[in-house]
């Protein structure tokens, strides 16, 4: 199994602001003890970084594209790369 952590870089469209999306995706975040932002983006997404073992990004990607994330998620577009380390937790930015 691996133990190395990935980093997630992720777009969610849909029906995902003023819905709550960023703060339940920070609560799953932290309870998968992810670190990393998520913010929204001017055209209506919203961006997604997060670092973590592997096994609990693939949650985290199962939950965004299930009925249980808020809002109405119509596409999450990803991809995972080497993790930097950069963050300390998990925050809701700009």
Not at 26 to 40: C, M, W
């Amino acid at each position: 199994m691996a133990t190395e952590d990935v980093r997630l870089t992720a777009r969610v469209s849909g029906m995902v602001q003023g819905v709550g999306f960023r703060y339940w995706t920070a609560r799953k975040a932290d309870e998968l003890l992810l670190k990393g932002t998520v913010r929204n983006r001017a055209d209506g997404s919203v961006e997604i970084v997060a670092e973590g073992l592997p096994a609990d990004i693939d949650r985290f990607l199962d939950w965004l594209r299930s009925s249980h994330a808020p809002g109405r998620v119509e596409d999450v577009d990803s991809q995972a790369l080497d993790a930097t380390g950069e963050f300390s937790d998990f925050r809701i930015v700009g």
